[in-house]
């Protein structure tokens, strides 16, 4: 991506003479949005290029948005600029051509890199088999004072960053942009590890880019590490500025620097933070992944298996910044918490950073949605140096307003009626739930009922908590009932809601839930869903059996829907949705789970199955927190159920 070329213009959040001062200017200069851009000696990277090849480039039209010149032998010589590429010329590249680059260069490292002195190009060659160089990539380097103006608010708070996005997104100048305002702006102690020279240049003298930060050059990449402590223990520095993360040894490095408590700014392999997540070498800039069994009561608290993968350490890192475009960063402000919910298979809270036409930063924030899916908030303009804080909300029911908090303070006052329908009321009217406009209402009653029935098959159903105020079946304009499951099963539940066709919907974040719905037995006095309900304002409702027909009723009884004839003829359709097929392949899961998997902990493969079929026995073989996987093609696709 690049940015409109407009007439130069200096920046008004640069000083011209400081820009003049650290910048090179001896070639093209160019003003974009929010920003100036110098294009440092480009004359000096055409001068190492034959001449017909030269003279071509000096006369293309978009020769300032120029980015590299491919020169493979026994190929046309290539000019690649954003977005598309042109030949330069019709005759190939011979071996006297590469020759003659190569003789103008300095010399190429070990990581097959070189340059050219006082400037920020880099060369980079490719080899064949016996080590001739058959292919150059001459890329350009430019540096760009005030790059950083969408992030400047996160450099002066003094966390560590990490930066990720593709190749060719602007790191390196981000990066390089980073240090010379930490350096000059903001007076710190700044060591830049320049394990290619491509922040600072090459040659012994950096380039007046990185203003008066320092550079530490690295004799081969395979000693970065070693150069990242020597640099901590004999310079001091505040600030210690990395390009490409991408050992084992590096990470680990870094670590150590960040518990010495310097702040770091550095880029990894990876485009996305799912990326070091999965990357067992790079895990650790992030926290490093490991796996843990829960206990049974934690497991049902999660709705998840009882082994899990969960986040080791502290991460190196604090804030990681995703480069998705020149001007659009995706901002991770709490890595900690973006890999936690990741983990979790829930979307992380980010906030997303561009320039507009005006060059002025806006930020669109995302905060969690039903079952964790992020919402993004809209476009805001947040005053500079301020930091970004999600809410957290609930579902439609909370948010409407339909279903009130519980109050924060035990209740002293409590008097007790008998109310209609064998149901035993008992009024609370000295707490007050708050709104979200933050005004007092009216008292409201808040009930805690259980259904009174002279019958042993009459299934109980206890809720403290909070009154719900329905408006009858399928009425829900402001989203679904949020429902987080505790000791029931979440597949009986999600075929009720399915089956029945109710505005609730099944979730496994505590804090995005409405209300528990939770077995009886497992609710005890002071229990720790207790607690964390009444922390959160939850309210828990109980029932007795954990069966289809409970719940149903539960549920029908929650949101205030009866039949008409006051009939359970609504639970046939359960009959009628659980015959054929589906009945016979969830019996077959469930005596492969109970008769072979669990007892003799051996894995089992099914039969095949559709893929609704199929996604029915995942559910079933959750709800006993093993683990399946679906193998095969269709139509012979099929599960396998494994044992813990």
Avoid at 176 to 188: C, M, N, P, S, T
Avoid at 288 to 317: H, M, W, Y
Wanted: glycine share 6%; aromatic share 4%.
């Amino acid at each position: 991506m690049s940015f409109p070329v407009q007439p130069s213009t200096p920046s008004p959040s640069v000083d011209p003479e400081s820009a003049e001062r650290t910048a090179c200017v001896s070639g093209a200069e160019h003003s974009f949005p929010g920003q100036v851009q110098y294009s440092d000696d480009l004359s000096k990277l055409l001068d190492i290029l034959p001449a017909p090849i030269r003279e071509r480039l000096e006369q293309h039209p978009h020769l300032d948005r120029l980015v590299e010149v491919v020169l493979d032998l026994g190929r046309r010589p290539e000019a690649r600029f954003p977005g598309f590429a042109d030949y330069l010329s019709e005759d190939v590249i011979t071996r006297a051509d590469l020759d003659q680059v190569i003789s103008r260069v300095g010399e190429f490292s070990s990581d097959n890199r070189a340059g050219i002195a006082s400037t920020l190009h880099r060369i980079s060659a490719i080899r064949n088999r016996q080590g001739t160089i058959i292919g150059l990539t001459c890329r350009v380097g430019r540096c760009v004072i005030g790059v950083i103006s969408m992030i400047r608010d996160l450099v002066e708070q003094g966390r560590s960053m990490l930066l990720l996005g593709r190749p060719g997104v602007g790191k390196t100048t981000a990066l390089r942009e980073i240090a010379r305002v930490l350096a000059d702006e903001l007076g710190k102690r700044v060591v830049i590890i320049d394990t290619s020279n491509e922040i600072a240049g090459d040659g012994d003298v950096p380039h007046p880019g990185i203003g008066r930060a320092r550079r530490m050059q690295v004799a081969s990449p395979e000693l970065q590490h070693k150069v990242m402590i020597e640099a901590v223990e004999n310079h001091m520095p505040e600030v210690v500025v990395i390009d490409e993360i991408g050992t084992e040894l590096e990470a680990l490095a870094s670590r150590t620097i960040a518990e010495r408590g310097v702040q770091l700014v550095a880029t990894a392999h990876g485009n996305r933070i799912d990326n070091l997540i999965k990357n067992p070498t790079l895990s650790d800039l992030v926290g490093g992944i490991q796996s843990v069994t829960l206990g049974d009561e934690e497991a049902r608290r999660r709705g998840s298996q009882k082994s899990v993968l969960e986040r080791k350490a502290p991460p190196t890192f604090e804030i990681a910044i995703e480069m998705l475009e020149r001007s659009r960063w995706v901002i991770h402000e709490d890595v900690a918490a973006t890999v936690d919910r990741l983990l979790r298979n829930r979307e992380p809270l980010t906030q997303t950073r561009s320039l507009d036409e005006h060059g002025q930063v806006v930020i669109v924030r995302s905060t969690a949605g039903a079952n964790g899916r992020p919402a993004l908030s809209g476009p805001q303009w947040p005053p500079a140096g301020s930091t970004i804080s999600a809410a957290r909300e609930r579902g439609g029911w909370q948010r409407s307003g339909r279903m009130e908090a519980l109050p924060s303070e035990p209740l002293e006052s409590r008097s007790q009626q008998q109310g209609e329908s064998g149901l035993l009321l008992e009024r609370r009217e000295d707490s007050v739930p708050l709104t979200p406009a933050g005004s007092r209402p009216a008292p409201q009653v808040v009930a805690e009922s259980r259904v009174e029935s002279g019958s042993d098959e009459e299934e109980d159903l206890d809720w403290e908590g909070s009154a719900l105020a329905p408006t009858g079946r399928q009425q829900n304009p402001d989203g679904p009932l949020m429902i987080y499951p505790y000791g029931v099963s979440r597949f009986y539940l999600e075929q009720v809601i399915q089956t029945l066709k109710l505005s609730a919907d099944v979730t496994k974040d505590l804090d995005e839930a409405d209300i528990v719905l939770a077995l009886r037995s497992q609710v005890r006095s002071r229990s720790k869903i207790q607690q964390m309900a009444h922390s959160r304002q939850i309210p828990i409702h109980t029932v007795k059996a954990n069966t289809l027909i409970a719940l149903a009723r539960a549920l029908r009884h929650i949101l205030n829907i009866e039949s008409e004839d006051g009939s359970d003829s609504d639970l046939e359709l359960f009959i009628r949705a659980s015959s054929g097929d589906e009945t016979e392949a969830l019996e077959e899961a469930r005596l492969a789970v109970e008769q072979i998997v669990i007892p003799k902990s051996q894995p089992v493969e099914l039969l095949p199955r559709s893929p609704l079929i199929r996604k029915l026995q995942h559910q079933l073989v959750e709800h006993y927190h093993l683990r399946a996987q679906s193998f095969g093609e269709e139509p012979n696709r099929r599960l396998r159920i494994y044992p813990n």
